[in-house]
């Protein structure tokens, strides 16, 4: 079973950029997909994009793709998020999720492990 824990959010301005980090225990990271999901208030979880365990293969929603990049550090158990160009749309609370094997997911469902969130606030 593997922890998660995510930092690195905060409040920045349209424009900016953030780099979100996601830190793993308890587990052979190397063989987990991890996902970025996020949720706005009022509004249902969204996917942002994933990770295969090896790195090589990565997947963005339509809505972020150019402006984010995921990555892996196996070494050190963790997954990146870089935000660039960030807009006001981008504010929520940011979540890492990850799976045991298989193939890389935009459904939340397909993911069993979760940390506790990170906001990220644009301002405008």
């Known amino acids: 079973q593997v922890q998660l824990v995510e930092s690195g959010g905060g409040l920045v301005q349209a424009g900016g950029s953030l780099r979100l980090s996601c830190a793993a225990s308890?587990?052979?990271?190397?063989?987990?997909?991890v996902g970025w999901f996020r949720q706005a208030p009022g509004k249902e979880r969204e996917f942002v994009t994933t990770?295969?365990?090896?790195?090589?293969?990565?997947y963005y929603a339509d809505s972020v793709k150019g402006r984010v990049t995921i990555s892996r550090d196996n070494a050190k158990n963790t997954v990146y998020l870089q935000m660039n160009s960030l807009k006001s749309e981008d504010t929520a609370v940011y979540y890492c999720?990850?799976?045991?094997?298989?193939?890389?997911?935009?459904?939340?469902?397909?993911?069993?492990?979760w940390g506790q969130g990170t906001q990220v606030t644009v301002s405008s």
């Open positions: 308890g587990g052979t990271f190397s063989m987990y997909v």
């Open positions: 990770i295969s365990p090896s790195g090589g293969f990565t």
């Open positions: 999720a990850a799976r045991y094997g298989g193939s890389v997911s935009r459904f939340d469902n397909d993911y069993r492990y």
